[in-house]
């Protein structure tokens, strides 16, 4: 027989997620920070797992969900890579303030979004103009652009090419661009473009402009649902994080694997954290864009 394994999941949560996710193509993934250990992961639309038991049916099931347009097969957590969205926003927001290019009363001006010369970004309407505190609670889409273009543009660099490569390190520290090495079959490592590859598309005349769009987490940049958990547990641990991991123990070993017990550190201090996060009390507490 095979050895027996706990595993991490959190059966109540597990069984909400799904609820939730009736109906729906997608998928949700919660970690505790403290420890990686994965409580939740839930991908839909999904399938019974009774269908694929040995049995005479199994290779019928099998080929009927394999055809299946909505793909129950797949696992969209870890799977799965699209841009980041508004999320990416507080990403941006850290690396602005190790940067020093942003401090947390700097205030930017919104009229429904963002322009430079040519340049146009859309947002939705509230006041301005508006501090960090503020820029994330309503996750405003002009303050992250000047934010953004601050970063690549910062006078410590030679050139906004060489800002971008410096930007780019910082992401990546936050497990984005590569594979969280979760014990999971199957995980992509989404995408965050380097510098050779705008300098190909745009022959080398490029700069923060022409990628603007990363600012507020589209354009070439993409990532899986469980790296975006991963990032919050991140920022609730306050600049690191552990291996995210499905598996708690293992019958006859003491402990899990090494790699899921160390911590991995970005290079984002510790009080930048506290700023964020007290937008992010803000979005959802008193007058943001997650309040229900």
Avoid at 29 to 48: K, R, W, Y
Avoid at 207 to 234: D, K, R
Wanted: aromatic residues 10%.
């Amino acid at each position: 027989r095979g050895l027996q394994l706990v595993s991490t999941i959190d059966v109540r949560l597990q069984e909400f997620a799904e609820e939730l996710m009736v109906g729906k193509i997608g998928a949700v993934v919660a970690i505790e920070p403290s420890t990686g250990e994965i409580l939740v992961m839930a991908s839909s639309p999904t399938f019974d797992p009774n269908e694929l038991v040995v049995g005479r049916g199994r290779g019928n099931h099998y080929m009927r969900l394999l055809n299946e347009p909505r793909r129950p097969l797949y696992n969209r957590a870890v799977t799965s890579s699209q841009p980041p969205g508004s999320t990416f926003k507080l990403l941006n927001g850290l690396i602005g303030l190790q940067e020093g290019v942003l401090k947390p009363h700097y205030r930017y001006s919104c009229n429904r979004g963002y322009r430079s010369g040519s340049v146009k970004m859309g947002c939705h309407e509230h006041r301005s103009p508006l501090d960090l505190d503020y820029a994330i609670a309503t996750s405003c889409n002009a303050y992250f652009a000047n934010v953004f273009r601050n970063i690549l543009e910062n006078k410590k660099y030679k050139s906004p090419k060489e800002g971008y490569e410096a930007w780019r390190k910082y992401v990546e520290s936050f497990g984005f661009n590569s594979k969280l090495d979760v014990d999971l079959f199957g995980e992509r490592k989404g995408v965050v473009k380097e510098r050779k590859y705008y300098d190909k598309v745009y022959r080398g005349s490029w700069n923060a402009l022409t990628v603007l769009s990363v600012s507020i987490g589209q354009g070439e940049i993409q990532s899986t649902t469980l790296q975006l958990a991963n990032f919050a547990a991140t920022i609730a641990n306050r600049g690191y994080y552990y291996t995210p991991h499905i598996i708690k123990g293992i019958e006859g070993q003491d402990s899990i694997d090494v790699k899921y017990r160390t911590a991995h550190y970005t290079p984002v201090d510790k009080q930048h954290f506290e700023t964020i996060i007290k937008g992010m009390w803000r979005a959802v507490n008193r007058d943001g864009t997650c309040q229900t």
